[in-house]
């Protein structure tokens, strides 16, 4: 049994660049509510944050970037090829990042959750877990990913991955192994049947139909079945400029949820929408033509408000075209105000931001909640 008996947690791991981070999202189509350990582990160093001057004080100042944030990619140097420095630097963060995860697990409405760690089996997040999931995949896919995704070198990223475990020792621990080397279609496939064999049904309480009034607009998040009709409206509003296939969707599923705005069972909006290190972005929105747009974006956004709520979501960032950006009215009647990223004053909000923010458009922001996790002390 878990550390939280009412909850039926899944502990996600495997070595870098394995490809937990799209499990984990699968896993929340599936109805888990996912916590990123090692988000929260970048959370719990930054410039407001309680782990922050205990690094400064082990490691010293020269980690800091000009802005007095800790450079990450300089600390990285240090405890990839140090293994006493590693340590040093987990015994900080790690308490940390548990405190965190137990406030989150606890406030979680959702009965599933699903906690994404490199280091899951070394600590005690091991005995937390009611089941263990691994991901693993070829070195030269990892080698790929990592230099491809990260930007890392082939001696850098070889680096990263000696520093770690073999996989065997993962896969031994492990009540599900998930081989993440193919498509999409594949790893989803595996996910799907490990859910249906290792989560009880008892567990899950089942989906409340959402009722049709004729005439209204209704939102509903979409599945991968429906990755046609989302790839044909996407390519038919964007005039082609986005010309998605259904093979593009499935593989954005991986990243996000797509929300489906419809009127009498028509599709007629669509809004890309994910929730990373409590940070709520939405970055595809497409409407059909001439929909009444305040109606339109009211129901669209309260829905991905509540649903962002839900996930403890504490920012809501908005990248919009600018066609529907310029209606400043429209955002401020819902509590959405222009900004850039360097304005939000958060550090972890400021990230998702600048990772996120598609070029050529303007952002949107909301607070959905006062309280942080991992607040100063």
């Not at 567990?203 to 429906?226: F, H, W, Y």
């Not at 001439?290 to 339109?296: I, K, R, S, T, Y």
């Amino acid at each position: 049994m878990s550390a939280w008996p009412e909850k039926f947690v899944i502990g996600l791991t495997g070595n870098i660049a394995t490809g937990k981070s799209v499990v984990r999202k699968m896993l929340e189509h599936l109805g888990a509510y996912g916590i990123d350990a090692d988000a929260l582990a970048h959370r719990a160093i930054a410039k407001d944050a309680p782990g922050y001057q205990p690094v400064l004080d082990t490691f010293g100042s020269w980690i800091l970037t000009p802005e007095g944030q800790i450079d990450r990619t300089k600390l990285g140097r240090i405890v990839f090829s140090d293994v006493e420095a590693l340590e040093k630097l987990e015994a900080i963060i790690h308490p940390l990042v548990r405190q965190a995860i137990d406030l989150l697990v606890r406030r979680a409405g959702q009965k599933v959750i699903v906690i994404e760690a490199i280091k899951l089996l070394e600590g005690e997040l091991r005995q937390a877990c009611d089941n263990i999931w691994v991901t693993t995949a070829p070195m030269e896919i990892q080698l790929r990913r990592l230099r491809l995704k990260r930007g890392l070198s082939a001696e850098v990223a070889r680096q990263r991955i000696a520093v770690q475990p073999p996989q065997a020792e993962k896969i031994e621990a492990a009540d599900v192994v998930i081989k993440n080397s193919g498509s999409f279609e594949s790893t989803w496939k595996q996910v799907l049947a490990a859910w249906q064999e290792t989560v009880s049904a008892e567990i899950l309480e089942p989906p409340q139909p959402t009722p049709v009034v004729k005439g209204a607009l209704a939102v509903e998040r979409a599945g991968p079945r429906q990755v046609n009709e989302i790839a044909e409206f996407i390519t038919e509003i964007s005039k082609g400029r986005r010309a998605m296939s259904a093979a593009d969707v499935m593989a954005a599923f991986g990243e996000k949820a797509f929300l489906l705005l419809k009127n009498d069972e028509r599709l007629v909006g669509i809004a890309g929408w994910q929730v990373e290190n409590l940070v709520a972005r939405v970055s595809d929105v497409y409407l059909e033509p001439g929909l009444p747009l305040g109606e339109a974006v009211r129901v669209l956004m309260e829905a991905i408000e509540v649903a962002s709520r839900e996930l403890q979501s504490e920012v809501l960032l908005l990248f919009l075209p600018p066609h529907l950006g310029r209606h400043n009215a429209v955002w401020d009647a819902l509590g959405y105000s222009p900004r850039a990223p360097q304005d939000l004053r958060v550090n972890a909000w400021e990230e998702a931001a600048i990772e996120s923010m598609p070029v050529g458009t303007v952002m949107f922001y909301k607070q959905l909640r006062k309280d942080r996790v991992l607040k100063p002390v």
